[in-house]
């Protein structure tokens, strides 16, 4: 009976997408690395090769069928550990030649990334909700967020700067702060009628 939950459990937590996550995750420091000794073009390849491996445990646990209560943790984590490493050491100056992302953009991810955890927790104990359905919008951010990344580190891979580089700054201060309003303003639509339901009852 142990040895049936055990391969049970085995069969939940080694699945590929999870091992691919947490591959991203040990990828992490690998990229830190390469940009505090300014290798850019180590930092690139480091980063797409992190990318890949989002793009591949999404898409491996649609067709196999792997989804897994881990998995809703180490994914995200694994995003959100890349991205904001990426975003911290690439705003300093020094360390993003010739090209790093403007501070207050760095600030604006951060304070809406914030802001949704912070809602995500609130809505988790005060009535339990795990789930929440992503966004055409959030999607958006996000792809705007990691192409800037992208585009910092081939950049600065290639050694050049781009006069393009300021539109797209703006772009993805644009997207994150309209992904942050309309999740803001859904979060106290979906507490308004919480209450509601509470009040009903």
Same mark, same amino acid.
């Not at 979906?190 to 509470?198: A, P």
């Given at each position: 009976?142990?040895?049936?939950?055990?391969?049970?459990?085995?069969?939940?937590?080694?699945?590929?997408?999870?091992?691919?996550?947490?591959?991203? #995750?040990?990828?992490?420091?690998?990229?830190?690395?390469?940009?505090? #000794?300014?290798?850019?073009?180590?930092?690139?390849? #480091?980063?797409?090769?992190?990318?890949?491996?989002?793009?591949?445990?999404?898409?491996?646990?649609?067709?196999?069928?792997?989804?897994?209560?881990?998995?809703?943790?180490?994914?995200?984590?694994?995003?959100?550990?890349?991205?904001?490493?990426?975003?911290?050491?690439?705003?300093?100056?020094?360390?993003?030649?010739?090209?790093?992302?403007?501070?207050?953009?760095?600030?604006?991810?951060?304070?809406?990334?914030?802001?949704?955890?912070?809602?995500?927790?609130?809505?988790?104990?005060?009535?339990?909700?795990?789930?929440?359905?992503?966004?055409?919008?959030?999607?958006?951010?996000?792809?705007?967020?990691?192409?800037?990344?992208?585009?910092? *580190?081939?950049?600065?891979?290639?050694?050049?700067?781009?006069?393009?580089?300021?539109?797209?700054?703006?772009?993805?201060? *644009?997207?994150?702060?309209?992904?942050?309003?309309?999740?803001?303003?859904?979060?106290?639509?979906?507490?308004?009628?919480?209450?509601?339901?509470?009040?009903?009852?």
């Amino acid at each position: 009976m142990n040895q049936k939950r055990t391969d049970a459990l085995k069969s939940t937590v080694l699945t590929v997408p999870n091992v691919l996550s947490l591959f991203r #995750i040990l990828l992490v420091p690998f990229f830190l690395r390469a940009i505090l #000794i300014r290798r850019p073009t180590e930092a690139l390849l #480091i980063f797409v090769l992190a990318s890949l491996t989002d793009l591949l445990d999404g898409f491996t646990a649609r067709v196999w069928h792997q989804r897994s209560k881990l998995g809703t943790i180490l994914d995200p984590a694994g995003d959100k550990l890349l991205m904001a490493t990426s975003y911290v050491v690439l705003t300093i100056p020094k360390l993003g030649v010739p090209n790093y992302i403007p501070l207050g953009l760095t600030v604006l991810v951060f304070a809406r990334d914030i802001m949704i955890v912070s809602g995500a927790a609130y809505a988790f104990v005060s009535w339990g909700q795990k789930t929440f359905a992503p966004s055409i919008l959030g999607k958006v951010t996000t792809a705007c967020q990691v192409g800037t990344v992208f585009l910092v *580190l081939w950049l600065n891979h290639l050694r050049t700067a781009a006069g393009y580089m300021p539109w797209v700054f703006r772009i993805t201060a *644009l997207a994150t702060v309209a992904s942050g309003v309309y999740y803001f303003v859904l979060g106290l639509s979906i507490l308004r009628e919480h209450r509601r339901g509470k009040k009903a009852d």
